[in-house]
Antibody
Framework: QVQLVQSGAEVKKPGSSVRVSCRTSGGSFSTDTISWVRQAPGQGLEWMGRVIPLLRRAQYAQEFQDRVTITADEYTRTAYMELSSLRSDDTAIYFC????????????????WGQGTVVNVSS | SYELTQAPSVSVSPGQTARITCSGDPLPNQYAFWYQQKPGQAPVLVIYKDSKRPSGIPERFSGSSSGTTVTLTISGVQAEDEADYFCQSADNSGYVFGTGTKVTVL
């Protein structure tokens, strides 16, 4: 049974950066894809991007392309999402989620989710 | 990118059937997935590839697809089904989530 455990809550100033981690257990990290999804207070889900460890490749949603970096460390089975130039409207819960690798252009159902990390951006 | 449109809310009495629709132009050519999210919790996958149910998801959850609309049906709704439901699909630019539907059990 794959489990995803995320790092703890963060409070950041506008203009700074935040890095959230997502450690996996069970399954095979190298053949997973790890996506990052965020949810602003009272709002819906928004996909930010994903990393494919097998290909050492990340893909980003256009809206976040200039500010987000998603990486993976196969040795620690941990994925990271770094968001820069933070604004107040980046205040949200950030989730990681996975599916088994099915091809470089394959987007399958996200069958396992982390518990979420609250990021609060405030001056 | 494109949009997936859902009705904001659906109300249903216990034991009745709830139908949650999701509309979007790419849906005839792309699979849809459905997630249930309860307050303060992470989303949970309830339907994948339009109509398949993951293990552990009750049989009262089912999915269907017709043209540009996919539907999540909850038959014999129970109080524990009260939650937000999001559809999701993808194209070669990535995932898109629907706007979400809040299901209220009266």
């Amino acid at each position: 049974q794959v489990q995803l455990v995320q790092s703890g809550a963060e409070v950041k100033k506008p203009g700074s950066s935040v890095r959230v981690s997502c450690r996996t257990s069970g399954g095979s990290f190298s053949t997973d894809t790890i996506s990052w999804v965020r949810q602003a207070p009272g709002q819906g889900l928004e996909w930010m991007g994903r990393v494919i460890p097998l290909l050492r490749r990340a893909q980003y949603a256009q809206e976040f392309q200039d500010r987000v970096t998603i990486t993976a460390d196969e040795y620690t089975r941990t994925a990271y999402m770094e968001l820069s130039s933070l604004r107040s409207d980046d205040t949200a819960i950030y989730f990681c989620a996975r599916h088994h690798y099915c091809g470089a252009d394959c987007y399958d159902a996200l069958d396992t989710w982390g518990q979420g990390t609250v990021v609060n951006v405030s001056s | 990118s494109y949009e997936l449109t859902q009705a904001p809310s659906v109300s249903v009495s216990p034991g009745q059937t709830a139908r949650i629709t999701c509309s979007g132009d790419p849906l005839p050519n792309q699979y849809a997935f459905w997630y249930q999210q309860k307050p303060g919790q992470a989303p949970v996958l309830v339907i994948y590839k339009d109509s398949k149910r993951p293990s552990g998801i009750p049989e009262r959850f089912s999915g269907s697809s017709s043209g540009t609309t996919v539907t999540l049906t909850i038959s014999g709704v129970q109080a524990e089904d009260e939650a937000d439901y999001f559809c999701q699909s993808a194209d070669n630019s990535g995932y898109v989530f629907g706007t979400g539907t809040k299901v209220t059990v009266l």
